[in-house]
C-alpha cells in the first residue's frame, strides 16, 4: 500500500488494554497476535484504529485514549460496549458460536439466536465509529470474525472506501461450516468486502468451497491462490496471506545484551538442563494440557531424561470471565502440579509454569534459551509464536516441533518437526529425537525457517494484502467482459 493512503485498521479490540479505577484510567499495550502483528505496520503508515476499549462508556476513557493519540502517529477511535452488548457479541456469537466452529468444534457451540442478533447489533455500533473517522478516500482494513458484516453495514451507510478482511483464524471445512444456521447471512456479508484474505490455501479452499455451498450463483474465476469470486453485483478479490512478523526488529532486540543476560539467568533457573519451551496465549485450542500429557509421557517413557531436561510453559491470561476458560486454567494447573509431584527430584522441578505475560526482553530471552519450542495447538489461524521463535535464534540453533494443524506449518514444514498434536506418544517421541539432533540439522533446519520468514515478512504480508486489495482497472474490465467460470 502506499503511505499516502489513509489506512483506517478496525478490529474487536483497541491495541490497548484500558484500567480504570474511580477516579483514574490508565493505557497498557495489550498482548495477542494481531496487535503483534499491526502495530508496526500502523507506526510506520499512520492513521487511524476503531476497536472496543473493553469497556462501556468513561469520559475519563475517551480522554485517555484522545491524549495518547495525540502522542502517537496514529490515532485511537474508541466503541464502547454495554455489558449485555458484550454478553451476546463477544462472549455469545463470537467466542461461543465463531470461535469453536471455526477451529473445528461445533460441540462446543452455543447456536443462540440472541447471540446472532447482538452480533448484528454491535456490527452497526462499529460501522459507526468507523462512518466517524472515513471519509478522506483511503483503505479500510477490518481485521478478523468478530467483524464478519461490516462491509453490509457500511455500504449501507454510502460509505465508498475500500473495504478489505483479513480472517485470522482458520475457515472451517464446508461440512463444519453449513452447521451455523446464519450460514447465507454471513457469506453475504462477507461478499461486500472487496477484498479477504486468509492464512492458508487450506482456509482459502474451505471459503470457496463453502461459497459453492451455500450461496447458489456465486461464481468463482481464477486459479491457484488469488481468485476474483462475483456474487449478486460485487466482485471480491479473494486471497491466501499468511501473516508473519517484524523479523528484523526481533532478530536485532533477540541480540541486544539485556536479552543475552537474561537468557543466561534463564538457564541457570533450570540448572543448566534443557529447556522445553510452550508460549500460548490461555485457550483450548492451544493444545496446552495435551502437550503437557505428551510431556509426562517423556518423562514415564525414559528415565534418561528425568533431571535433563525442563519443560517451561508460558500462559498469557485471556477471556479471563469466562468459565470454559478458568476450567481449562484449572486443568492446567492440576496437570503442571501432578507431573511436578510426582516427578521432581532436590534441585530439579520438571515443569516451570507461568501464568502471565512477561515483558518482550523475557519473552525473547525464553526463546533464546530453549533447546526445543513445542509449539502445538490443536489448530490456529497461524501462530506467531513459532515465527517469533526461529526470528529470536540469532545462533541459528534450536528445534521447532510444530502442529501440524497451525496456520505456520504450510511455510516453516522444511524446517521443523511436523506433529499430529493429539497424538501425544508422537510428540514425546519427537521432542526426545529434538533433544538428540545434532548441532548441524539445527543449524540447516534454522536458517531455512529464517530465511522464509525474513524474505516473507509482516511488511510483506500487508504490503501483498494491500497492493493486490486494488485491483487494475484493466483487470476489473477483462472480468466483466469475460463470462465467469467456476473453478475451486
Ligand atoms: P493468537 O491466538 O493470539 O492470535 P498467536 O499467533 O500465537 O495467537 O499470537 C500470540 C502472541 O501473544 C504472540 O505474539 C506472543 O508473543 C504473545 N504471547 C503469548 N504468550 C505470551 C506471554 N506469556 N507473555 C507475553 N506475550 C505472549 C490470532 C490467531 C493466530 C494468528 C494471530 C495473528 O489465533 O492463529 O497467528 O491471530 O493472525
Redesign the pocket.
Known amino acids: 500500500m502506499s503511505t499516502s493512503d489513509c489506512l483506517i485498521v478496525v478490529s474487536n479490540r483497541l491495541p490497548v488494554t484500558v484500567r480504570t479505577t474511580a477516579s483514574d484510567c490508565s493505557l497498557e499495550w495489550s ?4 496487535v ?2 499491526l502495530t508496526p505496520v500502523l507506526r510506520e503508515t499512520g492513521g487511524c484504529w476503531v476497536g472496543w476499549t473493553g469497556t462501556d462508556y468513561h469520559e475519563t476513557v475517551a480522554e485517555s485514549l484522545d491524549r495518547w493519540s495525540s502522542q502517537q502517529n496514529y490515532s485511537l477511535e474508541p466503541v464502547f460496549l454495554t455489558p449485555a452488548e458484550e454478553a451476546s457479541y463477544y462472549e455469545g456469537f463470537s467466542n461461543e458460536i465463531i470461535w469453536p466452529l471455526f477451529h473445528g468444534l461445533p460441540s462446543r457451540c452455543q447456536f443462540d439466536s440472541t447471540y446472532w442478533a447482538g452480533y448484528r447489533a454491535v456490527n452497526a455500533k462499529f460501522a459507526d465509529g468507523v462512518e466517524r473517522v472515513a471519509g478522506n478516500g483511503g483503505f479500510i482494513w477490518v481485521h ?1 470474525y468478530h467483524l464478519m458484516m461490516l462491509a453490509e453495514n457500511l455500504r449501507a451507510r454510502g460509505v465508498i472506501e475500500r473495504l478489505a478482511y483479513f480472517h ?2 482458520p475457515f472451517p471445512a464446508p461440512d463444519t461450516f453449513e452447521t451455523l444456521p446464519w450460514r447465507s447471512e454471513v457469506l453475504r456479508a462477507l461478499m461486500r468486502f472487496d477484498s479477504l484474505g486468509f ?1 492458508t490455501p487450506r482456509d482459502r479452499r474451505n471459503f470457496v468451497e463453502s461459497l459453492h455451498r451455500c450461496l447458489p450463483g456465486v461464481q468463482v474465476s481464477g486459479v491457484g491462490e488469488r481468485l476474483r469470486v462475483r456474487f449478486e453485483d460485487h466482485w471480491s478479490n479473494i486471497g491466501t496471506y499468511p ?1 508473519s ?1 517484524d523479523y528484523s526488529a526481533l532478530s536485532a532486540e533477540a541480540s541486544g545484551p539485556d536479552v543475552t543476560t537474561e537468557a543466561e539467568k534463564i538457564r541457570q533457573g533450570c540448572s543448566g538442563t534443557a529447556i522445553i519451551l510452550g ?3 490461555l ?1 483450548y ?2 493444545g496446552i494440557p495435551e502437550r503437557l500429557i505428551a510431556f509426562q509421557t517423556l518423562l514415564r517413557s525414559d528415565p534418561e531424561v528425568r533431571g535433563r531436561v525442563t519443560m517451561i510453559q ?3 491470561p485471556s477471556r479471563e470471565h469466562i468459565q470454559e476458560y478458568i476450567e481449562l486454567r484449572r486443568r492446567i494447573e492440576r496437570l503442571v502440579s501432578n507431573i511436578n509431584g510426582e516427578y521432581s527430584s532436590p534441585g530439579w522441578v520438571p515443569v516451570h509454569y ?1 501464568y ?3 515483558s518482550r526482553t523475557e ?1 525473547l530471552a525464553f526463546y533464546r534459551a530453549a533447546q526445543v519450542a513445542l509449539i502445538t495447538p490443536l489448530k ?6 513459532a515465527k ?1 521463535f526461529c526470528a529470536s535464534r540469532i545462533d541459528n540453533r534450536g528445534v521447532l516441533v510444530l502442529s501440524e494443524f ?3 506449518a504450510a511455510e516453516l514444514r522444511n524446517g521443523a518437526l511436523l506433529v499430529n498434536p493429539h497424538d501425544t506418544e508422537k510428540v514425546a517421541e519427537l521432542v526426545a529425537s529434538a533433544l538428540r539432533m545434532t548441532e548441524s540439522e539445527q543449524r540447516i533446519r534454522m536458517e531455512l525457517m529464517r530465511r522464509q520468514i525474513e524474505s516473507y515478512d509482516v511488511f510483506r504480508w500487508s504490503e501483498s494484502f494491500n497492493i493486490e486489495s486494488k485491483p487494475s482497472p484493466s483487470l476489473i474490465q477483462d472480468l466483466r467482459a469475460a463470462p465467469a467460470h467456476m473453478s475451486h
Open positions: 498482548g495477542g497476535g494481531l503483534s502483528a478478523d485470522h483464524i492464512q501473516i512478523i508460549v500460548d496465549r485457550d485450542t492451544k508460558l500462559v498469557v507461568f502471565r505475560a512477561v519473552l490456529d489461524g497461524m501462530n506467531l509464536v517469533e497451525a496456520g505456520a
